[in-house]
């Protein structure tokens, strides 16, 4: 597979240009070069429609799409959904993500994981997100209680085991962790996230120079920034080198508050969706409630967003540039996942993985790993 791109603008995670062509061979980027150099004559001339190209969209934190809920039913059909769905909006890796559930069900999360990577391993699975059940319950937001304990030395070796590598990100309190927990995490290579924490300052704090990567959701599910005790927020803007992933639909929070989260976290604050869908059986049952999903009982659960909307969010509704509000929903969760020399860049040696979209964020067509798809005609 090798073809030419042009006829577009490209925003590459580091410039934005125009009057260029992108050399596609065999699922990765080859050069990106000026058409007024000497363009390869033998390669098929894609024609890019006037659009605008950026990096594929990563989304660390999805739950559910059209109808299929991987919190409820982990199995290929949800993740099949996934791929589909995030796919069709320009977003060429997502993170499967198990809220606080039973053993049977991380476990059974786990295994669906890593048979659907095996077998799919072009769908764009980056691995599966266990968000629990080492949380505080204080702050459990719509995570079942019944499921959420502390995690034991033993307990965390199995789910290793499991996993064998395919779980990428946990999701945990770091007042509910161990030093010897976050230590055997980290040693297998995953990365740890602080949430639904009612941590103090203090505790938060010391979880980010323990190993504690990044923070789930800033604002949702944790301990607020006040005067007297600054904790889980404040926390994460005073850590150094901790990321932070926001729910940028004006609900989770409000615009301001990503606003000024942005002034001060700049590159170590990402977008993620949190996305959900409708679900009347097992642990979480949604519903949708005009643009965004609540349970049972009427809390907030996950987010109605798709990745484009939240870019376009930070666009009108924060006053971002496009080309910053592009690189929080691939350059910056790709370097969370220490993938940035692949992915989120539109550079020599990178995957093929990029969309297409207009001025409104409209996706036109993906590519993932270089094998280009359509929507619009």
Known sequence: MRYLLQNCTFYTGTAIL???????????????????????????????????????LLDLQIYGAAGHLFSVAPGPAALEALAQHT?????????????????????????????????????????IHLEGPYINPIKKGAHQEEFIHVPTGAEIDELLKLADGVMKIMTLAPEMATPAVVARLR?????????????????????????????????????????REPGMVGAIYD?????????????????????????????RLFLITDAVTDSQHGAYRFQLRHDHYVDEQGILGGSALSMPQAVRNCVEHVGLSLDESLRMASLYPARVIGQDDKLGLLQEGCTADFFLFDADLQVYATARQGELHWHQV
């Open 18 to 56: 125009t009057h260029h062509a992108l050399l596609v061979e065999n699922g990765q980027i080859t050069t990106l070069l000026p058409q007024t150099s000497s363009l390869p004559t033998d390669a098929p001339v894609v024609d890019g429609r006037g659009l605008n190209v950026a990096p594929g």
């Open 187 to 227: 040693e297998a290579g995953v990365v740890l996230s602080a949430g639904h924490s009612n941590a103090t300052y203090a505790q938060a704090a010391a979880g980010f120079r323990e190993g504690f990567a990044a923070a789930t959701h800033l604002f949702n599910a944790m301990s607020a920034l006040q005067g």
């Open 239 to 267: 850590a150094t080198d901790a990321h932070a992933s926001i729910i940028a639909d004006g609900i989770h929070c409000d615009f301001a508050s990503v606003r000024i989260s942005k002034k001060i976290l700049q590159e």
């Open 87 to 127: 796919f069709r909006h320009g977003t060429t890796g997502f993170m499967a993500t198990m809220p606080t559930n039973s053993w049977e069900m991380m476990r059974t999360a786990l295994e669906a994981g890593r048979e659907f990577q095996r077998r799919h391993p072009a769908l764009g699975l980056l691995g």
